[in-house]
């Protein structure tokens, strides 16, 4: 063991609350909660047959208050399923027992049923993709409603929403716009945000023509960049906030009311910029003020607090670092895995799940070190 490992596992005592380790049959690029004690992870790898599990967490995990020492400290398997593409993104759709996916070859998009009198996960049906290529895969997001609709596109020329049950086409962005998207994020019945790999961001209402409130086109200093943004952050201000992250580490905080200006931007100290800028990821604490998580980057999960960033600024530091990916892969710090997914528990407000390019899965609820100074 390397003098860095041992001193992080003993620095580990101090810096957890709860920590558990876990290893996955292959890496994953999904963590996609179903409810407080549940979560479907995928495969991706290429020219094999993905598995797609539904993993119940550890019995103390899923209880809202510390309640004595409990027996099971594993994940277990609640249902699973084969896919014979890789599946990069995939949605639970509330309320039902339907999942969507896509990944690559992304001429479409797979629905699978996770089935209540067995332990198995099936394809049911397909959700063609119109504008198909061979490079790229739709993003996608959910409407959930009565009647729950499917947002998926490659590119702003290709975004439309799909009846899940018909399968007819209810929106399309009727736009010849060919910029490709990042992310897709819906925000509420009507409305859904998007982020393109440039770095523009848009808001759009679903009951009007295509006529977004969007961010100006990046400058040319940003061409070499990819973003990814999310929507959310509890705080102080009027309503939510979006965080735009890009592949150098540039962290923009945007209201959403004024997408041309915005709140802060700050550079966030990572070790390089992203190898794989299709694993950026920002996400919002669901149940903190004003913080949020960055990876995507290395073996790490940095976990901000925005409340203090004002303007312009270089000099930020995480309020927490997740280095356990890099220390327990017991490969040493030349070969650490990369980061290839974080979520943040719908009700547990430190506790983070987050997956790694060599297959480990980590739940960990980190301390703030704040509260004891």
């Excluded at 004690?37 to 550890?58: C, D, M, Q, R, T």
């Excluded at 510390?66 to 995939?90: A, T, W, Y």
């Excluded at 705080?235 to 979006?242: E, L, S, T």
Aim: with cysteine; charged share 20%.
């Amino acid at each position: 063991m390397e003098p860095a490992e041992e001193d992080w596992l003993v620095e580990s005592l101090r810096l957890y609350q709860d920590f558990y380790a876990f290893d996955l049959s292959g890496a994953t690029r999904v963590l996609e909660w179903i409810d407080d004690k549940g979560v479907f992870v995928a495969g991706y790898e290429s020219l094999k047959k993905n598995e797609i599990l539904h993993l119940i967490l550890p019995l103390r995990l899923s209880v809202k208050e510390n309640q004595g020492l409990f027996p099971e400290r594993d994940f277990k398997v609640c249902h699973g399923g084969f896919s014979d593409r890789s599946v990069f993104d995939l949605k639970y759709v509330p309320d039902t027992s339907l999942l969507v996916t896509s990944g690559l070859p992304g001429c479409y998009l797979q629905v699978w049923q996770v089935t209540e009198d067995s332990d198995v996960i099936k394809a049911v049906s397909t959700i063609a993709v119109h504008e198909k290529e061979k490079s790229l895969w739709p993003r996608v997001a959910i409407f959930s409603s009565a009647a729950p609709g499917v947002l998926h596109g490659v590119r702003l020329s290709s975004l439309q929403v799909v009846d899940l049950e018909s399968q007819k086409t209810t929106y399309t962005s009727g736009v010849s716009d060919s910029e490709e998207l990042s992310s897709l994020q819906v925000l509420d019945a009507d409305t859904f945000a998007f982020c393109c790999t440039s770095g523009r961001l848009g808001l759009v209402d679903t009951r009007q023509k295509w006529a977004p409130l969007e961010t100006r086109s990046p400058g040319p200093e940003s061409s070499a960049l990819r973003w990814c943004a999310e929507v959310g952050g509890r705080g102080q201000g009027p309503g939510p906030r979006i965080a735009s992250l890009g592949s150098d580490g540039q962290l923009h905080l945007l209201d959403p009311r004024d997408l041309c200006h915005p709140v802060s931007s700050v550079q966030c100290p990572v070790s390089t910029p992203s190898p794989n800028p299709e694993l950026l990821q920002v996400t919002w604490a669901p149940g903190l003020d004003d913080c949020l998580a960055i990876s995507g980057f290395d073996g790490t999960v940095q976990v901000y607090d925005v409340s203090s960033w004002d303007g312009m600024g270089n000099g930020i530091e995480p309020l927490f670092t997740h280095r356990g990916h890099i220390f327990l892969d017991g490969k040493g710090m030349d070969t650490a895995p990369l980061v290839t997914t974080h979520t943040w528990h719908p009700c547990k407000p430190r506790t983070l799940l987050s997956a790694a390019s060599d297959a480990s899965l980590h739940v960990w609820d980190w301390v703030d070190l704040r509260a004891s100074q």
